[in-house]
């Protein structure tokens, strides 16, 4: 199955890739090969991850890769890469889609 970033992902990998290279080049070059290797099982194995139950979004997946959180959606035609932080960050803020909220009548 094909796997996409969202661009805030993808700026995330390109943006992490340069701080490791910055101090470490061996380090920054590990950081993509591993990028590359979780990318390419996650194409042949979608629900590897666990389900992130502790989001505010439904189907959504979770996998830890070394120190990193990778959350993703399997779509009908790709999975998405939607964000990606090292553990000791800050978890992203993920928009709410009005359709999944509760609204009373």
Do not use: C, W
């Not at 061996?26 to 629900?47: N, W, Y």
């Not at 997946?61 to 990778?70: H, N, Q």
């Not at 035609?77 to 932080?85: G, H, K």
């Amino acid at each position: 199955m094909k796997v996409i970033f969202s661009p805030g992902a993808r700026a995330y990998v390109a943006r992490e890739a340069a701080y490791l290279r910055e101090r470490n080049r061996a380090a920054g070059e590990r950081f993509l090969h591993d990028m590359k290797q979780f990318v390419t099982a996650l194409g042949q194995f979608p629900s590897m991850g666990q389900e992130a139950t502790d989001l505010p979004l439904r189907g959504l997946r979770r996998f830890v890769l070394g120190d990193y959180l990778i959350h993703y959606e399997v779509g009908a035609e790709a999975i998405v890469i939607l964000t990606m932080r090292h553990g000791r960050e800050r978890p992203p803020e993920l928009p709410v889609d009005d359709d999944e909220d509760f609204e009373e009548r």
